[in-house]
């Protein structure tokens, strides 16, 4: 039964795109036409965006289309580096072995996404933490305790007054801060998709040393397997530079790569070309291109060096990730421990008061 078919699909995640790049790879490979083996991989799925996904593939191929040219319908599931990697290999004769190359670059990538999230785990856990016990206390809690305090009538000290008062107002006022918290989180998910706020937070962002070397590092390692894919799958250089741009986040990066593109149409080798914008490409990349220009290696040279940044951001996101969990911890100890104190000293005073009698 044909699937009904739209070109509006969620894009798919990582581990469906490896599952059926690798299927195709590996079905090319033992000689089954294009069109079989995605009709064999739409079966085979459990997932129902990437049956659909598939479907549409195959209309697209039945209908007179190459893969490249199909793809290139599903935006939302294939990017524009996915795209030109296929048409190459289909150009060169050799699209299978794309295809397994490609299937080892999502595999990389997935790995480091999920390098990356095991790190934030136990940061994240900690602030989810913070934010629920933060909320418990002042919105169910400490009311019922300021209620019996205040009504006592006793000489409260300054941060018990102002902690007992807070959560008073903030249960009184729960469901505007409520809607006043979630009204500012899809108002900023908003702004940030605007084109002019988010270059406006990103410059903000790249002042943080921390932030800009993380972002450095980023755009080297994704600049570096990118450009090293694409060349591998016979994509002429000045192509590769110009779908490279595509996946970086530095605007100054994108410029100095476009910089590169320019200097190699006028006869520029790349790591020449490189020596004049010292502060987007350093020493190591420019001896690394360089060795891999003269031997004619530069695809190798360039996968060699992508792992290499790729292990500098992840070094980055552990480091930082290590220093932010005892400073969370603390904040944690802060906070109860102020609550705690706002509590014990006005039942000490309470006490001392009735003592005597």
Known sequence: MKLPFSKKYHKLPPTEKLAVVEGLSIMLSAGIPILEAIESLKED??????????????????????LSDAISAF??????????????????????KVLTHLAENIKSSIETSDNIKSALFYPALV???????????????????????????????AYSTFIFKFSLFFQKNLLYIGAGFLTSIILSIWLLRTTKIRKIFFSFLIK?????TLIKYMDLSRFTKTT?????AGVPIIDVLDISKNVIISP???????????????GINLADAMKTRPKSFPSLLKQVIGVGE???????ALEDISGHYEKKFTDIIKNLTVLLEP????????????????IIVPIYQLISQIGPQ
């Open 252 to 266: 100054k990066f994108k410029a100095d790569i476009e910089y590169l593109k320019d200097s190699l149409t006028e």
């Open 228 to 232: 090293a894919l694409l060349l591998t």
């Open 75 to 96: 935006s939302d599931s294939f990017d524009l580096v996915f795209i030109n990697i296929i048409k190459s290999g289909e150009a060169s004769g050799n699209l299978d």
């Open 127 to 157: 602030i989810i933490t913070l934010v629920s016990v933060s909320f418990y206390m002042f919105a169910f809690s400490l009311p019922k305790i300021s209620t019996v305090f205040i009504d006592l009538n006793i000489d409260l000290p």
């Open 327 to 342: 400073i969370l911890i603390v904040l944690i100890g802060i906070l109860v421990g102020v609550v705690l104190l706002s």
């Open 45 to 66: 799925t459990e997932n129902k965006n990437t049956k659909l996904v598939l479907a549409g593939l195959s209309d697209e191929i039945s209908s007179g289309k190459t």
């Open 208 to 212: 943080l040393p921390s932030v800009r």
């Open 294 to 300: 003269e031997t004619g290696n530069l695809d190798k």
